[in-house]
């Protein structure tokens, strides 16, 4: 174990006494960044003698090595009050945690003891330390009294660490024994090592020495994944081991070596407001405690029903007042949902006839067999062609699209398009004008238009949906991976009133025979709440209009320079084509484009390409600083990869 966080139920309860030991008999250094009730006249000797660093090194002697605090007050109270009594700046996570890195650097392995118990606050901005074990994913030895009232707190304080998906390395009772007490928390922690602790150092360090490290956790699971599991996209006679990523807090993503990396892939595209989120995790936390699922056919619960109503006014005018909002698992299925839904309205109004679906040339909406068959990719879907159904693609052109609407009249049963930005296609932008042609074309010939917003909904692009950015009133929306903020799977297909009203009658037939086990997932629901929220506090789609101003600049100052093929930038993407490759496909860009995701993970940046486009989109809530160190890092991967190349050439 490299470093080690030393907490307590409270006050008092010894973690002073046990670090100490622990640096006298393990071998631990010692820091404790934060220290109050310090007595004597600050910055004096007697002042530093009387605080717990010197307290440690005088027992511990030289094995400590400890290292001096970052924060030291007279008044013994929480370290915001102190830091105010004393008119000094108070503590920050980002302030700990940066001087946490830098002497991690310096030997080790280290204690890190924190200022009373989890809770306390560090700041006016009411950080705590388990917003510092969150910041810095040290393991936890919890330290406690053996007298009355331990079990409650000592219950509560693992809790805490458990539901924050702290790594907990024990329980240490200081003091004399008290078999009963610890008998009760083998009961109350079931799994929670508890060792008890009076004057046996050696034993105490065992202790610590026997608890599983997240080094040997990562091995294990890595060693399963080898033989256990199968990803997606991914052939596994030729490709690398995957990235093993142990956590991740705000835009960055941990991996197993304790590299930070920007998640410029922003999970597969779906996480919006930035990992980790405390809001989103008591949000989940308190619904499974209520409801954690139900039918919702027959039932129905309150996260689904607040849920569809803000996705309702989200939507805007063709929505509100009469529209609905059918639930499903991801964007394939709510792709699905939308075509079952256009073609029967069809069909119940005695044109069965008309059962063909348009999209466009360069579409991807997901991989069920619907789906599959109104997008037709070459490079996804080939293999799969016998078994689709008939569609028709259109090229990204109004007059080609009108002569194929035209061609088939009376037989199309829908218009399906990713609105302003094809995704997987390679991100394909294409402009609002084109998107309102469509729509009209359609609306001309009272043809159902069907958005894909699956990867553009919820603010990627500058507004709740694409199609606000054009002005268009579309007949069916699709949405799912911004929807929980990237934390379950939650998909939705919101319907006009029109298309509604088509299914009801006394016939059951009539209606959409369709369903999932888990339609409206309660804890799903209770996460896209929450994540809306984020949303509209922080006003994410403004963030994703500053991130395309900025990429704007970044295009403009470095695209030359670098021979970026077709710069773009929409909302939150940034996207080109590779120096020299013109636009390639998925299976065949090899050489080159396999070396990317290597050198931009080495520059800080995990980062995939889509055949030769390589893309950039971390999530909104990335941070404007982390925003230009992120593209910077971009910058010098283009010409790390550009410069290995010409070393390779004779």
Not at 422 to 437: C, D, I, K, N, Y
């Amino acid at each position: 174990m490299k470093a080690l966080f030393v907490t307590g139920t409270g006050t008092d309860v010894g973690k002073t006494h046990v670090a100490a030991a622990l640096a006298q008999a393990g071998g631990w250094r010692y820091w404790k960044p934060v220290q109050t009730g310090v007595s004597g006249a600050a910055g004096t000797a007697d002042f530093l003698a009387s605080s717990d660093t010197a307290r440690v090194r005088a027992v511990a002697g030289a094995s400590a090595a400890p290292h001096e605090p970052a924060y030291l007050f007279p008044l013994a109270a929480a370290p915001d009050q102190a830091a105010a009594a004393a008119g000094l700046p108070a503590p920050t996570v980002h302030a700990l945690a940066a001087s946490f890195a830098a002497i991690g650097r310096n030997g080790g392995p280290w204690l890190v003891e924190g200022a009373g118990g989890l809770h306390v606050p560090l700041n006016e901005a009411a950080e705590t330390w388990l917003d510092f074990l969150r910041a810095t994913r040290l393991p936890a030895l919890v330290i406690a009294s053996p007298a009355l009232g331990t079990l409650n707190h000592t219950t509560l304080t693992v809790r805490a660490l458990q539901d924050a998906g702290i790594e907990l390395c024990g329980v240490v009772l200081s003091g004399p024994r008290h078999a009963a007490n610890e008998a009760s928390l083998a009961r109350l922690l079931p799994g929670v090592r508890v060792h008890a602790f009076e004057d046996d150092r050696a034993a105490l360090a065992a202790f610590v020495a026997a608890a599983p490290t997240p080094e040997d956790e990562v091995e294990t699971w890595l060693a399963l994944d080898r033989t256990a599991v199968w990803h997606p996209y991914t052939q596994h006679h030729t490709a690398p081991e995957p990235l093993a990523i142990v956590g991740a807090r705000g835009a960055f993503l941990e991996t197993a070596q304790g590299e930070h990396l920007l998640d410029a892939a922003s999970s597969w595209w779906v996480n919006t407001i930035g990992h980790g989120r405390p809001e989103i995790a008591a949000a989940i936390a308190r619904q499974q405690r209520r409801l954690d699922h139900v039918l919702f056919a027959g039932a129905t619960h309150a996260p689904a029903a607040y849920l569809a109503q803000r996705l309702l006014r989200l939507a805007g005018a063709p929505f509100e007042g009469g529209g609905r909002v059918f639930f499903s698992d991801n964007g394939s299925t709510a792709i699905e949902v939308a075509l079952k839904i256009a073609y029967q309205m069809h069909a119940q109004r005695g044109a069965p006839e008309r059962r063909l679906f348009v999209s466009f040339e360069g579409s991807y909406h997901g991989d069920t067999f619907g789906a599959m068959a109104v997008a037709r990719s070459k490079d996804f879907h080939g293999t799969f062609a016998p078994l689709l159904f008939d569609a028709l693609s259109a090229p990204l052109s109004l007059a080609a699209y009108a002569d194929l609407l035209d061609a088939h009249a009376g037989r199309v049963a829908g218009v399906v398009i990713e609105p302003l930005l094809q995704g997987a296609g390679g991100m394909r932008m294409h402009s609002p004008e084109f998107l309102r042609g469509v729509a009209a074309l359609a609306r001309e010939r009272d043809i159902p238009l069907i958005l894909d917003e699956v990867f553009t909904g919820l603010g990627r692009v500058g507004a709740a949906f694409a199609y606000q950015r054009a002005g268009v009133e579309p007949d069916l929306v699709c949405a799912a991976k911004g929807l929980t903020g990237g934390n379950l799977p939650l998909a939705v297909t919101l319907a006009r009133s029109e298309a509604f009203a088509a299914f009801l009658g006394e016939d059951k037939a009539k209606a959409l025979l369709h369903g999932h086990s888990y339609t409206a997932n309660p804890i799903a629901c209770a996460a896209a709440l929450a994540a809306l929220d984020i949303y509209e506090r922080e006003d994410l789609a403004g963030r994703a209009r500053t991130f395309e101003a900025t990429y704007h600049r970044w295009i403009a100052a470095e695209a030359p320079a670098l021979g970026l093929f077709a710069p773009r930038a929409l909302g939150g993407v940034l996207a080109f084509e590779w120096p020299g490759s013109g636009v390639g496909d998925y299976f065949h860009a090899a050489g080159t484009m396999e070396q990317v995701p290597r050198a931009a993970r080495r520059r800080g940046l995990f980062l995939r390409t889509l055949g030769n486009t390589v893309y950039f989109m971390p999530p909104l809530a990335t941070s404007d600083a982390e925003l230009t160190e992120g593209l910077a890092a971009l910058g010098a991967t283009i010409r790390d990869v550009l410069n290995s190349r010409a070393e390779d050439r004779p």
